[in-house]
């Protein structure tokens, strides 16, 4: 396996992986997500391979088949109010091919845009999990990250 980063030859087998984890959350929030439907757009997708601003990580095996990907997007609030200028990696989706998962392909994955945020001298890095997704949960706790903030609700 390699980590490399995304390519637009990627996207079939990306939007693959995009529909996987909508169904995850479809399953869980029907209320909130459309069953069968991906995040991007092939054109948002292409546009994302090619901002460096929000760069993709893919997982290939040796035929260069993607296993997985982690989307990310640099953040930093610069010259706020109240908050700290510091610069944060933000992984906006992390996903591996539930036919493979089990298989360290997702803690490969975090430790590349660990390794690839701190190159970039980022402070930290983050991430938001939806609560009803608790495989995503124990696996981000084992990866030894930590609450930052809970988003909360009530429905009407």
Request: overall charge negative; hydrophobic content about 35%.
């Amino acid at each position: 396996m390699h980590i490399r980063r995304a390519k637009e030859q990627d996207m079939v087998d990306i939007d693959r992986l995009l529909v996987q984890v909508n169904m995850v959350h479809h399953k869980g929030r029907p209320d909130l997500c459309k069953a069968g439907h991906k995040k991007y757009t092939d054109d948002q997708l292409r546009t994302l391979i090619h901002d460096d601003t929000r760069p993709i990580f893919v997982a290939v095996d040796e035929s260069d088949h993607v296993l997985g990907y982690a989307f990310c997007i640099f953040q930093q609030h610069l010259h706020d109010n109240i908050l700290t200028d510091i610069k944060t990696l933000y992984i906006d989706d992390l996903c591996v091919d539930e036919k493979i998962r089990g298989q360290h392909i997702g803690s490969a994955l975090y430790e590349a845009v660990l390794q690839f945020a701190r190159e970039s001298g980022c402070y930290n890095v983050t991430l938001n999990v939806w609560s009803l997704n608790e495989p995503a949960m124990k696996f981000y706790e084992h990866c030894g990250l930590k609450p930052q903030k809970i988003g909360m609700e009530t429905i009407l």
